[in-house]
């Protein structure tokens, strides 16, 4: 059963740049949502998706934006790097539903450098 | 809102000791979940164990276990017979039942299994 899977690994951009990273979500499971993860600190939530659409988003900029696919796989763009969006990205997939049915599988991350 | 606390930076233990993280939480919900992942050098965030606050019993997996106090809103992690693949840092993790879309991290715990 394959897990959550992400690409690429590490990726280096310069500021002003745009980047797209991908996401494959757990079989089985129908939602993603997209993390970052800055050096020393804990996740922050960027938005999820279901059904192709935005459902929920955080407090991150309109330049984060994101895409599912009807595969549920999905893709999270950044437009206009900033040297504050280095991090690792983390993408989790979970099963629709309620509660702790919404328990989040993760992926092993993408790692952004913007220099 | 919302806030996951862990006040341990890091922590070491020798192999085969036990040790316990500690993490607290600030909500007003009755009704919520709570998780525990780790986070080893390879960056992938893991599901280590999970609780639902309405359940008095506390979890547990194989060699994991948690002290939930529902009314200290407090929530231990506990590692018994620990091995040197228990190196990581562990995060505290709290998601709403009312907002059960993303998850919020306290900042995470560097533990050190030693030889």
């Known amino acids: 059963d394959a897990g959550v899977t992400q690409s690429p690994t590490h990726l280096i951009k310069t500021r002003g740049q745009q980047v797209t990273l991908r996401c494959s979500p757990k079989s089985g499971h129908d939602t993603v949502s997209w993390y970052q993860q800055a050096l020393g600190q804990g996740p922050q939530f960027i938005f999820q998706y279901y059904e192709e659409e935005e459902r929920q988003r955080g407090n991150f900029p309109d330049r984060f934006s994101g895409h599912q696919f009807p595969n549920y796989s999905s893709e999270l763009n950044v437009n206009a790097l900033l040297l504050g969006d280095s991090a690792l990205y983390l993408c989790a997939s979970s099963p629709w539903g309620a509660g702790i049915r919404q328990t989040q599988y993760f992926g092993p991350g993408t790692r952004l450098l913007v220099l | 809102a919302q806030t996951v606390t862990q006040s341990q930076p890091e922590m070491s233990v020798q192999e085969a000791e036990t040790v316990t993280l500690s993490c607290t939480y600030d909500?007003?919900?009755?009704?919520?979940?709570l998780f525990w992942y780790k986070q080893p050098p390879s960056r992938q965030m893991i599901l280590v164990i999970r609780?639902?606050?309405?359940k008095q019993q506390n979890a547990t997996e194989n060699r994991f276990s948690v002290n939930f106090q529902k009314a200290a809103k407090s929530f231990s992690l506990k590692i018994s017979d620990s091995q040197l693949g228990d190196t990581a840092m562990y995060f505290c993790?709290?998601?709403?039942?009312?907002?059960?879309?993303?998850?919020?991290w306290g900042a995470g715990t560097k533990l050190i299994i030693k030889p």
């Open positions: 993790a709290f998601m709403s039942s009312q907002a059960d879309y993303q998850l919020i």
């Open positions: 909500t007003s919900e009755s009704n919520y979940y």
């Open positions: 609780q639902e606050a309405y």
